[in-house]
């Protein structure tokens, strides 16, 4: 067996008392544990009664997280459908906005969740608000650079400057603490005015930073000189305009120009009066001392990354970012302090290694939300290679599955899954199937649900089971037409069968039909079944004997029997019904239909009479079993009679 | 085209209706109310279009529904109508049948009359598929085949029609006054004379 990335995390059930032992068993997503009997020495009391489920994913339950979900549902189906044919390079575009999309949706949870965290009153819930929203502001940090780094893919040049958006859109301290500054009456002297100036510099927004600068020179007109020469080179720094007609290696000439400006400035100590733009012509240089001094300011290995190189190297390649990377991370954190998961996932981004980035951002969260959505992004950016993982699929599907058949267990957001099993192209099928059957269904109306999403998919299997367990539902509640509507649908041989012969236990005991309204419209439905088909033409029977046309009713009776529809058992009830028709003045069975009923009569009567019908019939029932054959011959003779005699007359 | 708003709300919406307004003011309606459904609590909640909060907005731009008022519901809201301007009436799929009055004043909704068992089988719950109401009489049908007349005053039900129909009763509507129109599972439309004391439909029609 393989071992294990991470040691598991330990969950204590507080209710189950110590020195017990416990026993499990897997469900969906959860695990259900309870006390054993097994008592070890030591352990007193008496045992807990409960079972108690412990869940491993509690996000799905979150109102709010809920938004999320189906809003990066709604993306993802529209990622699916974007069409294969187109090259690649045009297809840039559209992926990086469907990143986008995707990053705006967490964006737009996280302030909401924000906003709960800092209203509700219950601390309890305001930590775990504050919780979520830090895991998504990690989540999004981490999301934006790959969307840097390997969908916009930039080259270098463009490379830094989307790197450097990245880190101010995750540094917003920035701008709160620069308004406070401007907002106070004197700005230039606030306590905080150096760390804003310096905060710019080092994001490289360095036309805020010359208008921060610009108060304090008109506050102190004795050293105008050097604020200005600041200001000077804080405009002259080159900045790559992709879009422009300079190449890389022009801008990178105008850069060095402008550096050995710079230096010459520090060398000649034209800064010295003033401690602060020395300390800002340092940075401009790039000097990592000087950086490193500023480290609350920076807050993090990665802004100290993106400083570093945008004073140092400014053209960096995305092949070198590693390098720098390694080493910002090493100078800037402390060698005690081991690296937190989020460092190194990024740190990861930063090596291309984006399969170490899935795998570390897999362990990290407790959702396969982040990776299913990131992960399918990229393979159809075509940035991951085609993994045989143990299992036979592909690392997209691996877990896109996961994180499908954890919404399966949501009691509403199962809906979603569907969509995502349907992009699966090797399992989600087969994952469908086995989910779908176990949606619990209360209603018509969701079962109906169910049944329209595995209709659309040909699951035919699973349509006959869903209809089978609403028909029993509905059998048990005493609802023969709807059990039988369901069978219909079902296209259910056996279960319409076994209504049909409930309606005719039915009618044997009341004598009348119930639901006629069913039965009298089954239409083409008559078909599914023979037992169904008897009833419905049984009916039929009844409907013409009450419309008085008798010559219709009797073929419909005979034939009723000799095609063999008719159930054995219920013989004796047709030839019972036949009665009256016999016995009518006019002749309705013609001669050769009297014989038929005479064959089916004696027939019945054969089989009657053998040894092996039932014994325990009473006397009293096969005395009137009897009287009926008696009557039943007397009249088929009369009526042969009446029949030959009829037919053999000539109409003059 | 219009502009479309689309609003996420972290719960399956089944139902929604416009909050009626009065004849005499020929304002479109501002208020409605939606009903949820496949939730482990499910809610009736009255949401607003109306600017009247943000005076901030742009002319044209039509705001956000906010929120107004929630009140939890017992099973899923399988359908939901207005009886008048303030009170409207939920079918649940546990079988019962709730009147809720919205008061605009303090924006909260209370229940004002409740049946519980409105339709049920003889030993489980049969939820209530759709209802009709023309106030005060409310005709309700559910998965058990039963019609069922209330009337907004009154505690028990006014009249019931057991086995109208052998298979689910999916919707029911108003043609006359006097007259309802069900359709069931089997695709049958069932006419019904409510002045009559019969327990079979006046007229069926098949699909």
């Known amino acids: 067996m393989e ?31 309870y006390e054993t009997l097994f008592k070890a020495t030591g352990a007193t009391g008496s045992g807990s009664p409960f079972i108690h489920e412990v869940r491993k994913d509690e996000d799905i339950y979150s109102p709010i997280l809920r938004k999320l979900f189906n809003e990066s549902h709604h993306i993802f189906v529209g990622l699916q459908t974007i069409r294969e044919d187109l090259p690649s390079k045009n297809k840039k575009p559209q992926f990086v906005s469907i990143s986008k999309n995707y990053r705006s949706v967490i964006r737009a949870c996280m302030e909401e969740l924000q906003q709960v965290a800092v209203s509700t009153k219950n601390a309890e819930m305001s930590v775990q608000y504050g919780n979520q929203v830090s895991i998504l502001l990690a989540i999004e940090l981490i999301w934006n650079l790959c969307e840097v780094l390997f969908i916009d893919a930039a080259p270098a040049g463009s490379l830094l400057l989307h790197l450097l958006d990245w880190v101010r859109l995750h540094k917003a301290d920035v701008d709160e603490k620069a308004r406070d500054v401007l907002q106070s009456d004197s700005p230039a002297e606030h306590r905080d005015y150096w760390d804003v100036v310096v905060s710019y510099v080092l994001q490289g927004r360095l036309d805020e930073a010359r208008q921060m600068l610009g108060k304090k020179a008109t506050l102190t007109p004795a050293a105008n000189n050097i604020f200005k020469m600041m200001d000077n080179l804080l405009s002259k720094m080159p900045f790559y305009n992709p879009g422009g007609t300079q190449t890389l290696t022009e801008f990178d000439v105008k850069w060095r120009h402008w550096h050995e400006e710079v230096d010459r400035c520090l060398q000649d100590n034209s800064f010295a009066s003033n401690q602060h733009l020395e300390v800002l012509c340092k940075i401009l240089l790039g000097d990592e001392d000087t950086l490193l001094e500023h480290k609350d300011l920076l807050g993090t290995w990665y802004h100290f990354l993106v400083s570093r190189l945008l004073f140092c190297h400014p053209t960096v390649k995305p092949t070198e970012l590693h390098y720098y990377a390694q080493s910002c991370m090493t100078m800037f954190l402390d060698s005690r302090s081991a690296p937190e998961p989020l460092d190194s996932i990024l740190l990861a981004a930063f090596e291309f290694d984006i399969h170490q980035v899935i795998k570390d951002c897999s362990i990290a969260l407790n959702n396969w939300w982040f990776v299913a959505h990131l992960t399918d992004l990229l393979d159809h950016c075509k940035l991951l290679q085609s993994h045989n993982l143990h299992f036979g699929s592909n690392l997209r599907e691996f877990l896109l599955l996961e994180y499908a058949s954890g919404l399966f267990t949501h009691h509403s957001l199962w809906q979603l899954a569907v969509d995502y099993f ?101 239409g083409p439905a008559m078909l599914l079944s023979d037992r169904l088909t008897f009833l419905g033409k049984y009916r039929e029977f009844h409907k013409l004997y009450g419309e008085k046309r008798f010559k219709e009713a009797a073929k419909l009776l005979l034939s009723l029997m000799t095609a063999k529809i008719a159930p054995r058992s219920f013989w004796m009830t047709l030839l019972t019904d036949a009665l009256p028709l016999l016995e009518q003045k006019e002749v309705i069975f013609s001669a050769d239909q009297t014989y038929e009923l005479m064959f089916c009569l004696e027939e019945l009567t054969s089989s009657l009479n053998t040894p092996s019908s039932d014994s325990d019939k009473s006397m009293q029932e096969e005395d009137v079993e009897l009287t009926k054959v008696e009557l039943l011959r007397l009249a088929l003779s009369r009526n042969l009679a009446m029949a030959i005699v009829k037919e053999g007359t000539v109409e003059t | 085209m219009e502009n479309i708003n689309a609003k996420y709300v972290s719960q399956k919406i089944s139902k929604t209706r416009w909050c009626p307004v009065s004849y005499s003011s020929l304002q479109q309606p501002e208020v409605f109310a939606t009903g949820s459904w496949d939730n482990e609590d499910n809610k009736v909640s009255i949401w607003s279009i109306g600017n009247h909060n943000n005076s901030g907005l742009e002319d044209g731009f039509e705001g956000d529904p906010q929120i107004l008022c929630e009140h939890k519901h017992g099973g899923d809201v399988l359908d939901l109508q207005f009886l008048d301007q303030e009170r409207m009436v939920s079918a649940s799929s546990t079988g019962a049948v709730t009147i809720f009055r919205y008061h605009p004043n303090t924006h909260t909704i209370s229940v004002l009359q409740h049946w519980a068992r409105a339709h049920s089988y003889p030993c489980d719950n049969a939820p209530c598929t759709a209802l009709v109401c023309s106030s005060p009489e409310i005709v309700t049908v559910g998965e058990d085949g039963r019609i069922v007349v209330f009337r907004a005053d009154q505690e028990g039900a006014v009249r019931v029609i057991e086995n109208a129909d052998s298979s689910t009763i999916h919707a029911v509507t108003y043609l006359k006054t006097t007259e309802v129109l069900t359709v069931n599972s089997i695709g049958q439309l069932k006419l019904w004379d409510l002045r009559q004391q019969s327990s079979s439909p006046s007229q069926i029609l098949s699909l």
């Open chain 1, 422 to 522: 349907d992009h699966c192209l090797e399992f989600g099928r087969v994952y469908l199937e086995l989910q779908i059957e176990r949606v619990p269904l209360d209603t018509e109306r969701k079962a109906l649900k169910v049944l329209r999403i595995c209709e659309q998919r040909q699951m035919s299997e699973q349509v006959r089971s869903i209809c089978k367990i609403m028909a029993m539902r509905a059998l048990r509640n005493n609802r023969l037409g709807s059990a039988l509507s369901w069978s219909i649908r079902a296209k259910d041989a056996a279960f319409a069968t076994l209504i049909s012969e409930r309606f005719l236990q039915d009618y044997c005991a009341k004598g009348t039909f119930s639901d006629l309204d069913l039965i009298d419209n089954l």
């Open chain 1, 3 to 33: 071992e294990v990335d991470v040691e598991p995390t330990i969950t204590n059930i507080p209710a189950l008392r110590r020195g017990k032992h416990m026993g499990f068993a897997w469900g969906q997503g959860n695990i259900f544990v």
